[in-house]
C-alpha cells in the first residue's frame, strides 16, 4: 500500500504510516498534478492548502482514507468521499493545549497591558505609571461554552486564583460544581456576574453575534472579553464602540470575521486596550505535531484493517450495520437537529422510537445520526464517531425504543427530547424510499420537505395570520419554497402551526416582528443539514 503525504506535513507522520505502507512527502500540488499521480495512494494526508476535489477524489481509485491534519475539513470534498466509500479523518483535539494557553496568554497580556509597555520599551520610554494593569486574583472568569478547551481554561483560571462561572447548555450544574465553578442556567444571568468573558463555542445561528451592544450593556462596567474562538461571534462594530467609550475595559482578540482580509476590521479602530493577534489559537509546534501524528495513526489504523477515531463521515459505521438503514440516516439526523432547535434549555434525555420496518432492524445508525443532529446544532466538530462520546460525557441519557404498532409510513423515528426546562417531539419518516418527511411536530401532524432553511411558526387559528407572516418573511426579501399549516386533532382548538420552508436564513430583523403578530408565539428559524 502507498500513502501520499503533503502540505508540509510533519516527518513524524511518515514514520508512523510506515508500519503499515510506503510513505512518499511531496509539496503542495494543483489539481491536474495531484489527479495524475493520485490513482497510485491508498491514502492521502493533507493540510488546509490541498483542496481535494471531487475530479481528484475519482481519480483516487484505489483510495481508502483521507485525513486532513487540523479540525477543518472544508478543504476536502466530504460528499464524493462519503458516496466513494473512503473514510475521511481530522484531528478535532490536536489543538486543545494550544488554544487554551493562547487564550489564557490573552487574558493576561490585556490585563496587564503588556503589548503597548512592550511597545513603548523598545521606543526608549519608561511609562510605568501609564500601563498599570489589573490582577487576575480574585475575579470572575465567565466561560461560555465548556467543552475541552473551555473547561482546560477554567482549569487555569481557578489555579490562578480566579473564579469560574460558566454557560453551556450541554453541560450539567453537577460536572460543573464538581469541577468548582458555578452553574449558571442562562445568559441574562451571567453577565453581571463577569469580570473577564472568554467565549468558546463554534459559530452558528444562535452564537452568531452573541456578544453585541444589547449583551454588553448588561454587563459590568470594566469588563474584560476574549476570544480565541470563531470571528463573527462578537459584534466586532459593537465591540469597538464599547472600547472606545471605555465601557468595556479591553479585549483580546485572535479570530475575525472577515479572515484573513481585515483591513476593514472595525477593531483595528479602537484607540486602546485590546490585543489582536491573526489566528495563533493552534499555530504552535506541538500542536502541529500533535495532528500530524492523530492522523497518521488513524491512517495506519485504518489500512491494518482497523477503524478510525475521528471520521467525519459515514463509512466509518460497519458496513452489515449501516446498510438496511443508510435511507434513513438523512432523517434521523434531521429530526434530532430539527428537534433540539425548537427545545429550550440544558438537554437531559433523548428518547428515540422506530416504528414499521425499522422496529426489526438495528437501528444503532439511526440512534447516532440522530445524536449528531442533536449536538452539532449546538457543538462543533461533532461527527458520527464522537457523537456517543460526547452525549455520554455530557451526561445525557439515551434511551431507544422499537414500537410494534401500525403506522402509515414504512418506517418512522420519532425523538422525544427532554431539557431541564421542557420536552420537544419531532417525528420524521421517509414516504418511499427517497422521500424524506418531517410528519410530527409535538402535538401537530405535519407533512414537510426537510430543507436547509425553515421557519416554525406556532399560532391561533385565526382570519389572516398566514397573510401577516407571509407579508413579513417577503418584505425581508425571503421567498417562501412551501408551507404546511395544521391544527391539533382536536377539532375544538384553537392552535395551529406554520412550517414554512425558505429559501434563506433569518435574522431577528424577520423573527422579531413575526413574534409581535397578535397569536403568534415563539417563532423559530430552523437550520438543517440537508
Not at 482580509?261 to 500542536?287: D, F, M, R, W
Request: charged share 25%; hydrophobic share 40%.
Amino acid at each position: 500500500m502507498k500513502v501520499l503525504v503533503t502540505d508540509k506535513i510533519n516527518e513524524a507522520a511518515g514514520r508512523i504510516i510506515e508500519a503499515a505502507a510506503e510513505v512518499d512527502f511531496l509539496p503542495t500540488m494543483s489539481e491536474d498534478e495531484l489527479v495524475k499521480i493520485i490513482p497510485d495512494y491508498d491514502a492521502l494526508m493533507v493540510r488546509s492548502q490541498t483542496k481535494v476535489t471531487p475530479r481528484i477524489i475519482d481519480a483516487g481509485k484505489n483510495l481508502k482514507i483521507i485525513g486532513r491534519a487540523g479540525v477543518g475539513v472544508d478543504n476536502i470534498d466530504l460528499e464524493t468521499a462519503t458516496q466513494r466509500g473512503i473514510i475521511v479523518v481530522n484531528s478535532p483535539d490536536g489543538n486543545t493545549m494550544a488554544a487554551s494557553e493562547h487564550t489564557i496568554a490573552l487574558m493576561l497580556a490585556m490585563a496587564r497591558n503588556i503589548a503597548p509597555a512592550a511597545t513603548s520599551t523598545k521606543e526608549g520610554k519608561w511609562d510605568r505609571s501609564k500601563y498599570t494593569g489589573c490582577e487576575l486574583f480574585k475575579k470572575t472568569l465567565g466561560i461560555i461554552g465548556f467543552g475541552k478547551i473551555g473547561s482546560h481554561v477554567g482549569e487555569v483560571a481557578l489555579a490562578l486564583g480566579m473564579k469560574v462561572i460558566v454557560y453551556d447548555p450541554f453541560t450539567s450544574k453537577d460536572i460543573v460544581e464538581k469541577f468548582g465553578g458555578e452553574y449558571v442556567e442562562n445568559l441574562d444571568n451571567f453577565w453581571g456576574k463577569c469580570d473577564f468573558i472568554t467565549v468558546h463555542v463554534p459559530k452558528t445561528k444562535d452564537t452568531l453575534n452573541m456578544i453585541n451592544k444589547d449583551t454588553i450593556a448588561k454587563m459590568k462596567k470594566g469588563v474584560r472579553l476574549v476570544n480565541c474562538a470563531r470571528g463573527g461571534i462578537i459584534n466586532e462594530t459593537d465591540l469597538k464602540d464599547a472600547i472606545n467609550s471605555g465601557y468595556v475595559a479591553g479585549a483580546a482578540i485572535d479570530v475575525y470575521e472577515n479572515e484573513p482580509n481585515i483591513q476593514e476590521c472595525p477593531l483595528l479602530q479602537c484607540e486602546k486596550n485590546i490585543v489582536l493577534t491573526p489566528h495563533l489559537g493552534a499555530s504552535t509546534q506541538e500542536a502541529q505535531m500533535n495532528v500530524a501524528i492523530d492522523v497518521a495513526e488513524q491512517i495506519k489504523e485504518v489500512l491494518s484493517g482497523g477503524s478510525a477515531s475521528s471520521a467525519v463521515n459515514i463509512p466509518s459505521l460497519r458496513p452489515d450495520k449501516l446498510e438496511p438503514v443508510k435511507d434513513y440516516m438523512q432523517i434521523a439526523e434531521n429530526t434530532g437537529e430539527l428537534a433540539v432547535q425548537l427545545s429550550n434549555g440544558a438537554v437531559k434525555t433523548i428518547e428515540i422510537t422506530v416504528d414499521g420496518s425499522l422496529a426489526d432492524l438495528d437501528i444503532q445508525p439511526l440512534e447516532v445520526a440522530v445524536l449528531k443532529g442533536v449536538l452539532s446544532s449546538r457543538l462543533e466538530g461533532i461527527n458520527y464517531v464522537n457523537a456517543p462520546v460526547i452525549a455520554k460525557k455530557r451526561g445525557i441519557d439515551i434511551i431507544s425504543t422499537r414500537a410494534n404498532i401500525e403506522s402509515n409510513f414504512a418506517g418512522r423515528i420519532t425523538v422525544k427530547l427532554t431539557t431541564d426546562k421542557e420536552q420537544t417531539v419531532v417525528s420524521g419518516a421517509l414516504i418511499t424510499k427517497d422521500i424524506p418527511r418531517i410528519v410530527k411536530i409535538n402535538d401537530f401532524e405535519t407533512s414537510i420537505r426537510p430543507e436547509k432553511h425553515m421557519l416554525i411558526v406556532p399560532h391561533i387559528n385565526k382570519p389572516a395570520m398566514i397573510a401577516q407572516v407571509a407579508k413579513i418573511i417577503g418584505e425581508n426579501g425571503i421567498n417562501i419554497g412551501s408551507m404546511n399549516v395544521v391544527q391539533k386533532n382536536d377539532k375544538h382548538e384553537t392552535e395551529s402551526i406554520m412550517v414554512i420552508n425558505i429559501e434563506s436564513m433569518v435574522g431577528e430583523e424577520t423573527l422579531d416582528p413575526i413574534s409581535k403578530i397578535d397569536g403568534v408565539h415563539n417563532p423559530k428559524y430552523v437550520n438543517l443539514t440537508v
